[in-house]
């Protein structure tokens, strides 16, 4: 019994350790904006997207065409986020190769058709964590790129907006908890500025999930849209089918 206790928790550890390789988050989520209907912050998000990370990341499931969906013509679209093929309809495909993408961040770059999808948890939303995740970027001279991060530690990708919101550094403080001393994330330091303010940067990255959001699912307005009124529908019906019931039953004794 006891070896298969000790076993049992050896098993628990090795996943926890695993899922913290993987991404497990040591800082609370914040709450991404929410404007999936914001056609002006949807093709801000969409611009932000195929300038920085279509380079390294695919969006094969996701057509230049569908972008029409948020306020885009087609012509608009060749002119200004065409830069992988030359076909509108063609799949967001990355200008990266994959066989120098591995060899340069030791794993091929994951899709992010729906990564906005497959990234909720406990923590919050999809969103929520790439709305973190995208802002809590930090230097770290012993990671192979240069960069770290607070949500994904050890992250394999470096920070390719660093030079929007510049260069800062996590604040810690010591605290004191059952005998052990463990470290509080604080806040950041401003170490050199970014091009872009603070708030710019932030609207910027909620704009950029807020795209990445209504990607995973671009039907989704819609389908809340028209659930909306079927359930308008069936709250009329029910109140048409109650009276009709009482009338056919008034006389019924």
């Not at 994959?98 to 794993?107: L, Q, R």
């Not at 802002?135 to 030079?163: I, Q, S």
């Not at 170490?191 to 708030?199: D, F, I, S």
């Amino acid at each position: 019994m006891k070896k298969l206790i000790l076993t049992l928790v050896a098993a628990l550890s090795l996943a926890a350790g695993a899922a913290h390789a993987a991404g497990g988050e040591t800082i609370a989520w914040d709450k991404a904006p929410n404007k999936t209907n914001d056609l002006a912050s949807l093709q801000n998000g969409a611009k932000v997207f195929v300038n920085y990370c279509l380079s390294c990341h695919s969006a094969a499931f996701m057509r230049f065409n569908r972008l029409r969906d948020i306020g885009l013509t087609e012509q608009q679209i060749k002119d200004n986020l065409l830069f992988t093929t030359e076909k509108v309809g063609e799949t967001m495909k990355a200008a990266i190769d994959p066989k120098h993408a591995k060899d340069w961040f030791g794993a091929n770059p994951p899709d992010l058709t729906v990564i906005a999808r497959s990234r909720s948890g406990h923590g919050g939303t999809g969103a929520d964590y790439l709305y973190t995740f995208l802002r809590t970027f930090y230097r770290d001279e012993t990671k192979a790129t240069g960069w770290n991060n607070l949500v994904f530690p050890n992250v394999g990708m470096p920070h390719v907006l660093w030079e929007l919101q510049g260069d800062r550094r996590p604040i810690f403080e010591a605290q004191e908890s059952h005998g052990q001393t463990t470290q509080v994330f604080k806040g950041w330091e401003q170490v050199t500025p970014g091009v872009m303010t603070p708030l710019e940067f932030d609207q910027t990255i909620g704009d950029l999930v807020n795209y990445m959001q209504w990607m995973g699912e671009p039907a989704q307005n819609t389908r809340v849209r028209v659930g909306v009124w079927v359930l308008i529908f069936l709250g009329i019906f029910t109140v048409i089918a109650w009276r009709l019931n009482a009338a056919f039953w008034k006389d019924v004794k």
